[in-house]
């Protein structure tokens, strides 16, 4: 039995990998698809991606102003804070 069955079920590691490309645009349709349906079920990567993107636009939007140094520290609190309040 040397057939890999090729599913979407992919574990937390895989995920993660594909997470991070999809953050770049960078994964393809199969990959994002594998991605969600994960995502679906497994609630560590929900909150991961979730807070991938946050940053990401975080990001974005401070590269949108040329923000000075404090509101990116400001950012950079406020999400240090929510990550705290949602791991008790
Ligand atoms: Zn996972």
Request: one cysteine or more; charged letters at 35%.
């Amino acid at each position: 039995m040397g057939v890999k069955k090729k599913n979407f079920l992919i574990d937390c590691s895989e995920a993660g990998i594909c997470c991070d490309k999809a953050q770049y645009k960078d994964a393809s349709f199969s990959e994002k698809a594998k991605l969600l349906i994960h995502l679906i079920y497994c609630k560590i990567c929900r909150k991961r991606t979730f807070r991938n993107s946050k940053l990401t636009k975080l990001i974005k939007e401070s590269k949108l102003q040329s923000c000075p140094e404090d509101q990116k520290k400001v950012w950079k609190e406020q999400i240090q804070t929510k990550n705290t309040t949602e791991n008790p």
